[in-house]
């Protein structure tokens, strides 16, 4: 089992929707949790981060947290094609304090 | 506030040659993070650098090295390249103690 998953996607959304993009991870004890998203041929810029299960908003985007299921979320609500772009989940391991990456999700707002 | 940068912004190398890579991370922050993202993987993990430490290195050969200045700046070093070292090389900072990373533009390195 990879240690950080992401379907690699394309999510294809119609503009206006709500986007959902999802990430699991293998490490019960990981308390951190980020979302970036990265454009084609740029790096990647910090979205969001969430530690305490539930949810958290800011703006158009929601990340969910549930630490039982070890999954992490991100909603992108009023999808715009500019939000096109791969979402990358990112994980801090126990113990060794490395930060994961999933392989991303690429996501295409249609207009 | 000026953001992490990254030098050169383009490298190209030869096989068995060595390549240097340059990073100023932003203000404040001491910790350094250096990924590689090959064409169509994911950000690999390769070294992380705090107040001048060698903090943990993810699983690259011991050809991949570097380190960090005083004043919080980075290099990395790769030896002996090899045609699939060639990626985009990004450097990351952030506050001591915080997590979240903030990324430079990168440098992408061909080996030919």
């Known amino acids: 089992q990879k240690e950080v998953e992401q379907n690699s996607g394309p999510l294809s959304v119609p503009e206006g929707a709500i986007a959902s993009l999802n990430c699991t991870y293998s490490d019960r004890g990981s308390q951190s949790f980020f979302w970036y998203r990265q454009y084609s041929g740029k790096s990647p810029e910090l979205i969001m981060f969430i530690y305490s299960n539930g949810d958290k908003e800011d703006g158009r985007f929601t990340a969910q947290l549930n630490k039982a299921s070890q999954y992490v979320s991100l909603l992108i609500r009023d999808s715009q094609p500019s939000d096109s772009a791969t979402y990358l989940c990112?994980?801090?391991?126990?113990?060794?304090?490395?930060?994961?990456f999933g392989t991303g999700t690429r996501l295409k707002v249609l207009a | 506030e000026a953001g992490v940068t990254q030098s050169p912004t383009h490298l190209i190398k030869t096989r068995g040659q060595q390549a240097t890579l340059r990073c100023s991370p932003i203000s404040g922050h001491t910790s350094v993070y250096w990924y590689q993202q090959a064409l169509g993987l994911g950000l690999q993990f390769l070294l992380w650098?705090?107040?001048?430490?060698?903090?943990n290195r993810g699983n690259f050969p011991p050809r991949f090295s570097g380190r960090q200045f005083p004043n919080y700046s980075s290099e990395l070093n790769v030896n002996a390249l090899e045609l699939e070292d060639s990626a985009l090389y990004l450097c990351?900072?952030?506050?001591?103690?915080?997590?979240?990373?903030?990324f430079g533009p990168g440098t992408r390195l061909t080996v030919t």
């Open positions: 990351a900072s952030s506050f001591v103690g915080a997590y979240e990373q903030y």
């Open positions: 650098y705090d107040e001048g430490e060698e903090r």
């Open positions: 990112a994980v801090i391991m126990s113990g060794t304090y490395k930060y994961i």
